[in-house]
């Protein structure tokens, strides 16, 4: 429903988080405290429901929709298989994710992430 928001917080011995909803005009609902085992859980449902949802999730990016992290980890899982290979990385709140990536975008990744870094950045009028 329009005008709902959401928001959440960490319990003061951060074991616990609080999820609340508040709806204009309406009361305040603050939903169960959930430890983190119940926010793993929640997060995977809510991801697995908002694959299934109408509109989907935009192909393409959008401009100053990504949060970009500079706390995050990866990893090369296990070895190539049907010319794929699998890669996990750590988001510090959603966890671990795979992906399996054709060799050839693999290899445009490789290209990308060891080339020379280009200079984008809006130039002013000096």
């Known amino acids: 429903m329009a005008?709902?928001?959401?928001?959440?917080?960490?319990?003061?011995?951060?074991?616990?988080?609080r999820l609340v909803v508040e709806q204009p005009g309406k009361r305040k609902i603050t939903l169960q405290e959930l430890d983190a085992a119940e926010i793993d859980a929640l997060i995977g449902s809510l991801v697995a429901a908002r694959a299934e949802m109408q509109p989907p999730v935009p192909d393409q990016r959008q401009?100053?929709?990504?949060?970009?992290?500079?706390?995050?980890?990866?990893?090369?899982?296990?070895?190539r298989a049907n010319g794929k290979r699998p890669l996990a990385i750590r988001h510090p709140g959603l966890g671990?994710?795979?992906l399996l990536m054709p060799d050839e975008d693999a290899a445009r990744l490789a290209a990308w992430a060891t080339?020379?870094?280009?200079?984008?950045?809006?130039?002013g009028n000096a």
Not at 3 to 17: E, K, N, Q, Y
Not at 70 to 77: F, P
Not at 115 to 123: E, F, L, Y
């Open 3 to 17: 005008g709902r928001t959401f928001s959440s917080g960490v319990t003061p011995d951060r074991r616990l988080a």
């Open 63 to 79: 401009v100053g929709e990504i949060q970009f992290l500079l706390a995050y980890q990866w990893s090369g899982i296990g070895m």
């Open 115 to 123: 080339g020379p870094m280009i200079d984008d950045t809006p130039k």
């Open 96 to 98: 671990w994710f795979g």
